[in-house]
């Protein structure tokens, strides 16, 4: 897949390994079966490796938005020579409407904008009964305490390390690793606001 030409900081655009990506959607696919057949949507998809991987599993229907148009042109790019069909939309959150199966993401994690990363759980919760989203580690605690109060369920989580290539000029070292939790969360939310 093709990388993103010009990441910004302020985004966080930051690329999960393909492996990740393929042990998350592949687990959604097989164990809990929220991609084979399902609308998914990946909010904030970047490149679109997430979208992609869920249209070649077998979603129903798959959907990528970001903010950025750089990152939706390579998205569009890489689908492309993957075959698969995405419909790639250039927008803020708040440009989505109608109801999901799956939402799949990688989210900013807030560290250059606080809380970005609970404004994407809170769109996620409402616009899907399932929702796996990457968070740091570190945020755990806040991270459960925010589903709570949000009245979701984590069914699962599930740990990786995110390693980060020198990317920016703040960048000290070659490489760095984060350590990262997948949360697999059934929203409470969307059923309370699906109506009649």
Not at 13 to 37: C, E, F, H, K, N
Request: charged residues 25%.
């Amino acid at each position: 897949m093709l990388p993103h030409p010009s990441p910004r900081i302020r985004l966080e655009q930051y690329t999960i390994p393909a492996s990740m990506a393929a042990d998350i959607l592949l687990l959604a696919a097989t164990v809990y079966r929220d991609i084979i057949g399902k609308v998914v949507i990946d909010l904030g998809t970047g490149t679109g490796r997430l979208a992609i991987g869920a249209a070649f599993l077998g979603a129903r229907r798959t959907v990528g938005i970001d903010i950025d148009p750089a990152a939706i042109a390579v998205a569009r790019e890489n689908s492309e020579v993957a075959n698969v069909d995405v419909e790639w939309v250039v927008g803020h959150l708040d440009a989505i409407r109608g109801r999901y199966d799956t939402v799949v993401m990688n989210p900013p994690f807030g560290t250059k904008r606080r809380h970005i990363d609970k404004i994407f759980l809170r769109k996620a919760v409402r616009i899907a009964s399932v929702v796996y989203s990457i968070h740091k580690s570190a945020t755990r605690e806040h991270i459960l305490a925010h589903l709570e109060r949000s009245g979701c369920r984590v069914d699962s989580i599930h740990e990786y390390t995110l390693d980060i290539p020198r990317m920016f000029e703040h960048h000290k070292k070659r490489m760095h690793s984060v350590k990262v939790d997948c949360y697999r969360i059934e929203s409470k939310a969307f059923h309370r606001n699906r109506g009649p």
